[in-house]
Structures are given as C-alpha cells and as structure tokens.
C-alpha cells in the first residue's frame, strides 16, 4: 500500500492508503478526524465539504492522492479556538438539529464567505445548494451565514 | 406511566471520563450553555467534582454543585436532549448554568420508554421528569433544614441554593453528599411548581450537544470506533422478493485490507480494516439471485392500491348512519382519488451499528430510536439473557422512523457473533436507499353526498400497504360533523418492507383530506377556512356517533389563530392554501402563499399556527415546527420512488431529489397560548404541509393535485 504526506489542519500527516481511497476516508478512518461525515459518496449532499487550499470541496470526490502537498482543512480545523464567525454565529442562532450535515453545511459557507463579503440570498442559495439537511435546518443556515457575514 | 424513581440509587458515583471507544457517550464535560457568557456567569460556573452523588436515575450532584442530569431517551434531532433535562432542571431549581447532560444507555429498571418516536417523548415524560427533580429538591432542602432546625416548608431554593427564612444559605453541592443518603419520598403526591414559576421552562435554551456539533466532535453511531474492530459492508438481495443462490468472493477477497467474507442468511457481509475496502469488498461480490416472491413494480403497486379502493371492506374502521341511503338521496356526489409512492426516510447518517460479541456479553453501540426493543430482539437471535446485553445510544443523524427498526443493530450482532469480532456495519447511500423499511404506498377514495348544499354522506376508503390508520384515526375530523359517516381501510400485503415514516399514515391521508376539503368547499362555494370552522360547530353541537378524536376548540383555536396572521379574509383570493391537522397530539394550522416566478409557481411562505400546550423550550421547538413543514412541502413536492423488478429505482441523491435551501420558504410560528401539559412537537407540522402547498398551487394555477410527487404533475411546475 503506498503511503501520503498530507497537511491536514496544518499538521503533517503520513498515511497508508490505497490511492483509490476518497480523502474522506483517510480522513475518518486513518485519521480519525470524524467531523467530516460521509452521506452519499457522490458529491450530492455535501456532507463530507472540506477546504482544499482554502476552496470547498467534496471529499468523497477526491482521491487522497490529489490532496498530497495541498492544504486541508476540515471542521476541526476551520479555527483554531472554535471562533469562526460561523462557529459563533452558529452559536448564536442555535442552528442543528440531528446536527450530522452541519460541519458540511459551515465548512461550505466559510469558503463561501472567503470569497463573497456580503452574499446576497441568492449567492448564498447558490453556495449552499450542494448542501442538504434533512431535518431542514436551512431557514437558520442561511440566518447563521448572513450573521456571520457581518462579523467576518 | 410508570415511575422508576426509587432506582439508580447508590450513594455515591466516581466521575467516569468517557465510556468505551474514546468517544464521549457518556459524560459530557461541556456545560449546558455554549454562546459567549457573561463574565460574572462565566466565573461563577462551577468546577468538575470528584465525587457525584446520586440522587435518583436522573440526577447526579456533585460537591461543587455541578449537576447532571441523565437524558433517558434517544435523540435523532428533536432536541429531547435539552428539553427533557430542562424538565427535570426546572423542578429541581438549579441554574441551568450548572447542568451538564449525559446521555443514559438502555437500563430497563431505570428507565420507561426510551423511545424516539410518536412525538411522545416530553409528553409521556412530563411527570416523571418534574417529580424526578421535584423529589431531589426535595431530599436537598430537608437536609437543609436538619442541618438548621427549622421546619422545610420555611426553606426556599433558588439556583440550587436553599435559604433558610432568616437567611441562612447552603449550596446544593455541600449538602449532595448528605441528601443523597435520604429516603426517597414519596412520589405520588410531592408538589410540583406551579407554571407561573417557572423560569426554565418556556425558555429557549440551547442544544446542549450544540459545541461538539460544530466542532466536529465524534457524536453518531458512525463515528464510533473500537481497537481490533472490523468494518462490514453488507450485500442484500438486489430486489425484494429475491433469495440468494451462490456468491463468488475471490475478487473480494483480493483487495487491500479486506480480512473475511461471512455469509448470513441471504446476505454477505465482508469484513475489512477499513470502511473504504469493506465498501470495494462488496461492490466486487459476484452473486446470483433467485426469485422466490413476487418482483413488484410500480404500476403493480398503483393498479393494486385504486383497484382496492372500489371496494367496501366486512369491517369498516367506523360506520355512523347509512352511507349508501344517504348517496341515493342526494343531490349529487363528489368522488376524488389520491395516491402516494413508497418513500425512503434518507436519513443523512446511513444505517450503521457497532456490535462485539462475546461469551461473557453483548455490546451493542449506535443510533437507534428503540433500544429495548431492538435488546428483545438480539437476544432472541443469539439466544442470550438480556442481563447480558448493553446498548448505549449515540446520536443519530435523524431518524424520522427508520431507527425504529433495528435491523442494523441485528445485522451487527449476527456477524459479530460469526466472526467472533467487534464489528461496525455501515451501510452505503445506496444499501441504505435500497435496504427497505419504506413509507408505504397508499391510496385514498373520498366520495361525498351533498343534499341541499350540505355534506351528508363522507366515505372514506384507504388502500395502505402493509398496515391500517392505527388507533382512532378513523374518527379524526370531520368525523363528528357528518351524519353518515364510513371509513373503510384495506391493507395489502407486499413483500417490499415498510415501517413508520415522520407522521405515519398523517403524512400523506393529510395532504389528501385538506386537499379534498378545499375542493369541496369550492364546490360548495364557502371560504375553505369558514367550511372548517362550520364543520367543527356542527360537531360541537350536533355531534354524531362515539365521540370523536379532536377537540373542537383547539382545532379552531389554531385554524382562527393562522387566518388571522395570515390576514386571510384580504389575502385568501392571491395564492393562499390552507391546510389544518390534528395528529400526534397537537393540533396545527398552516398557510402556504405562493409567489409566481415567471409562471412557475415559488412557495414563499408558510404561516403556522401550533397548539402543543406548554412550549418547553421555545428555540428548540421553532426549529421542529420549521423542519417537519419543510420536510413535509418537499416530499410532497420531489419525492419520487419507484420499483421495477423488485427493486427501487432510486439509490443515490442524484436519482432522488431532496428539497434545498433555495426551495425552503420562509415561516412564521405562532403559538397558542396554553397552560396545558405539553404535546409533541417532532411530527405534528409535517401532516398539513402538502395540503397548505397543494391548496396554494390551485390557487395561483387552478390545477387541482391528486399525487405526490407534485413535480410529476403534467404542465405544473418546471
């Protein structure tokens, strides 16, 4: 089995993996960095949203062979105290539910807010669409998002 | 319900970091709160004790005075996690602040119904809950007033301080260790706080899992992991009806990190290091499959389901007057057939379950809305004693019915026990998609006589698979109001599997009803929500038959309380629908408004109007009442599931349309006013959503909707 030097979080990593292995199960499994869940395995419900070298992106569509010398980042971390802006925001307005989509949902709303500062509804709808929640949470999410936005 | 409270008791507990896996099962260190606190609150909190002293299955207290309190039932997002605690927080009258929740695992003698499902949970536990806290104040305060000489009833406690009249004070964290050692005291009759008092209830508090949500912390069954354990990846027959023959596993045996290959009935697990193999173990199977049931399909299950609804039944579900007599006589009637697909739940987290096996116990760990009866179950597989069996709960990444059913847990326990090995069982987007335990498809007939442009004949025919309206749904509204009244209900047997699913049966018999009452008021020429609120008076009045399954005055209380925020009597003519339904419990009115699109019709809004007695946690109860209307308008709406060969059709996201954020109206939530005990809350809004949308659709479209899903509609929408 080869082995991978990854940065993930800002950390070094080595893993073992066969190279067809999705980078989200190096993550989850090798790694044991959980926060990143699986949903489909398709890219369609965005539940596995990384950043890699600060863009989102779905980690069950990428071989951890492609993210060799690029820069991961997963929920765990998206900020060094839990302070994102989302995270607060999030805080603020008590966003999950069943809670298992939402790392997805604000891994992919921070690469969102990276790049637009004041998103409008359909920016951000355009942004999030990737992402479902089931139990529809996503009158908060976009709540949340907006927030944020303000305080990034 | 019965109260266990006299168990759980022993004087005293050592602090326990984390339960097996190195995943925070139990003991959540966090506090209760998780925003940005005020500093005074902040320096106030109190620190992690060294001892916890029990006072009865839901509380512990330790000498700093941190309290936990045990939340007994599974959480699949409901939220019971905080409300249920705060129950129990608010008798016992700590400070919210001091309160850490750990989730508490399958324990029969502690414990009743630890169940997700129903909309039961604050409901049923209501009682027990206060009294649990309501008997340790107690214990507390009369240790106090040992302690003072005085008599109790002069004590009073705020914030888990008792006070002495003369203004003495002692924290509940000094007196734990002597409280805990009392009597219990009587259950039966201990005085609970009136609801003018209280201050945790009917506050909106947090989710108390809120931080290690988004910090990606491990919480759900599929996060949980054990040294030396196993993934599987499971293959089941490729249709139902199907059994399998033989099974080739050489290639699967090849690949990197795949260590056995166990054959189950008429399934094959394989067994690998990692998920990632396990899943390629099974994709590279090579099975053959025989075809030992029928091979249903959908136009099987649609001709078989409006076939069936031509038909009356020997037992009627309810029968008042003559319905027959009565079409005879009248000036003419109105007929309307409405049909639905099998649905899955697509629970975000796939089905999965740990399970280790051995001589000494069985361990089971994972998400799963019925412990008890998923325990029964395994031990009757494996022909062990249920004092050998543990099953501790992770969070679930929603459940909406599916977790019911435990067939992961068994599948966990079987291979286990084969292998002889910790095992984990994930299933697939695709094994969960196609796996079964489906809301079944169902179909409904009403016929209605009208005579002098009133109703006096309803005849309701249901056509369900594998199951019958359960319970007194048969007298639901408008029963009561009609003078010949029959509800007949076939239920057909299909080899497909199917379970409860958010709302059984409401989640569609609704839409259909709300459908139909708003076409026959139209017929009729009366406003929709005026022919409701007639409808009622008469039941109220001149009720016909065995009482009926609805109040009439919470029903109107919801169905004024909606209109009126919605400014119906200007607004009802521009794309409003209205849609009202009573079910587990609660009763809720709601109004869809519609926006035009360039002709393609956008749902904007949805105003609602709720009665569930005494709001528990406002923030937390919001978030229900959003989710199950969304839920409910985009099933209504996309959810399209069909069979061909057995086989569903549909096995990933990109073959099975979910509702999106840009989908997702805006709503308003009122609420009635009530000091009634509390009704749930996880289902209630789902049931009237279709109709509310199916209703507004007529209106800015004038095309009636008689299927789901309505995409499929011709002509309707894009």
């Known amino acids: 089995m080869p082995t991978y030097n990854l940065n993930i979080n800002g950390q070094a990593h080595t893993v073992s993996a066969d190279s067809d292995t999705p980078l989200l199960w190096v993550l989850r499994d090798n790694l044991n960095l959980v926060g990143t869940k699986y949903g489909c395995g398709i890219a369609q419900c965005g539940a596995c949203t990384i950043h890699l070298d600060g863009d989102a992106m779905r980690s069950c569509a990428i071989t951890v062979a492609a993210a060799v010398d690029r820069e991961v980042t997963t929920i765990e971390g998206l900020h060094e105290a839990a302070k994102h802006p989302l995270q607060d925001a999030w805080r603020e307005h008590d966003v999950p539910q069943c809670g298992y989509c939402q790392a997805g949902q604000i891994m992919n709303a921070a690469a969102l807010l990276d790049q637009v500062k004041n998103p409008s509804d359909q920016e951000i709808d355009d942004a999030m669409n990737g992402n479902i929640c089931r139990c529809a949470t996503y009158t908060r999410i976009k709540t949340a998002i907006k927030t944020a936005a303000k305080n990034m | ?718």
């Open chain 2, 1 to 718: 319900m019965k109260s266990n409270l006299n168990k759980g008791r022993r004087n005293f507990i050592k602090v326990s970091a984390t339960a097996g896996g190195g995943m925070l099962i139990g003991f959540n260190f966090l506090r209760c709160t998780s925003d940005k606190m005020p500093k005074e609150v902040a320096a106030a909190m109190r620190a992690i004790p060294d001892n916890w002293y029990n006072f009865d299955a839901y509380i512990k207290i330790g000498e700093t005075g941190l309290v936990t309190i045990m939340s007994a039932n599974p959480e699949i997002g409901q939220n019971v996690k905080t409300s249920m605690p705060m129950i129990v927080a608010e008798e016992l009258d700590v400070n919210w602040h001091d309160v850490v929740v750990e989730q508490a695992p399958l324990n029969t003698e502690w414990y009743t119904r630890q169940v997700a499902g129903g909309s039961q949970s604050i409901r049923q536990g209501w009682e027990t809950l206060r009294k649990a806290g309501a008997v340790a104040r107690k214990m507390l305060v009369e240790t106090a007033a040992e302690k003072w000489e005085v008599d109790a009833s002069t004590c009073s406690v705020e914030n888990g301080v008792v006070k002495s009249e003369d203004g003495l004070t002692i924290e509940y964290g000094a007196l734990a260790a002597d409280a805990s050692l009392r009597e219990l005291p009587d259950t039966e009759n201990i005085e609970l706080k009136n609801p003018k008092d209280f201050s945790i209830i009917g506050t909106s508090r947090k989710n108390v899992d809120l931080e290690n949500i988004i910090t990606g912390k491990p919480l759900f069954g599929i996060d949980f992991t054990r040294e030396g354990m196993q993934y599987a990846v499971v293959m089941r027959p490729p249709g139902f009806g199907k059994i399998l023959s033989a099974f080739d596993d050489r290639e699967a045996r090849k690949i990197n990190g795949v260590n056995d290959v166990i054959r189950f009935g008429d399934k094959v697990a394989v067994l690998a290091d990692n998920t990632w193999a396990a899943m390629k173990g099974q994709a590279a199977l090579i099975a053959t499959w025989q075809q030992k049931e029928k091979a249903e399909d959908t136009a099987y299950h649609s001709k078989t389901l409006i076939d069936h609804l031509q038909k009356k039944t020997e037992t009627p579900l309810r029968e008042d007057g003559d319905i027959e007599k009565a079409f005879d006589e009248a000036d003419r009637v109105m007929e309307r057939i409405f049909e639905a697909p099998f649905l899955p739940h697509s629970c975000m987290e796939p089905m999965n379950f740990f399970a280790h096996v051995t001589d000494e116990k069985v361990e089971m760990v994972g998400p799963i809305q019925t412990p008890q009866w998923t325990e029964n179950r395994i031990a009757e597989l494996l022909g062990r004693d249920k004092e050998e069996i543990t099953i501790e709960m992770t969070r679930m990444g929603g459940g909406f019915g599916r977790r019911l059913y435990g067939d992961f847990a068994l599948e966990a326990a079987e291979i286990s026990s084969i292998s002889k090995k910790p095992i984990k069982v994930i299933f697939s987007r695709e094994d969960d998609m196609l796996a079964g335990t489906y809301r079944p498809a169902s179909a409904y007939r009403f016929k209605v006589g009208i005579k002098d442009d009133k109703i006096t004949a309803y005849h309701l025919t249901e056509a369900f698979y594998n199951g019958s309206m359960f319970g007194n749904m048969h007298s639901n509204f408008p029963c009561g109001a009609i003078e010949n009244y029959r509800v007949d209900s076939h239920n057909i047997k299909s080899n497909i599997t199917t379970g409860a699913w958010r709302a059984p049966y409401a989640n569609f018999l609704a839409f259909a009803e709300q459908a139909f009452m708003d076409e026959l008021a139209e017929s009729l020429n009366q406003d929709p929500v005026q022919f409701r609120l007639d409808l009622l008076q008469q039941a109220k009045i001149n009720p016909v038959g065995d009482p009926y399954n609805y109040e009439v005055e919470k029903f109107e209380g919801v169905i004024k309380l909606a209109a009126e925020k919605a400014n119906w009597s200007e607004n009802n003519k521009k794309h409003y629908g209205f849609s009202t339904y009573y079910s587990h419990n609660s009763y809720v009115a709601e109004i869809a408004e519609l926006e035009l699109d360039e002709n393609v019709p956008v749902v904007k809004k949805v105003i609602c109007a709720v009665d569930c007695g005494i709001v528990v946690n406002p923030l937390a109860a919001l978030n229900q009442i959003e989710g199950g209307i969304i839920d409910g308008i985009g099933h209504a709406l996309y959810g399209d599931f069909k069979f061909e060969d057995g086989r569903a059709q549909s096995d990933n996201y990109d073959a099975y349309r979910l509702i999106r954020m840009s989908e997702a109206p805006e709503i308003e939530v009122h609420f009635v006013e009530s000091d009634n005990d509390p009704t749930g809350l996880g289902e209630p809004t789902l049931p009237p959503a279709g109709g509310a949308l199916a209703n507004a659709l007529y209106s800015a479209t004038g095309q009636r909707l008689y299927k789901q899903p309505f995409v499929l509609s011709e002509g309707l929408l894009g």
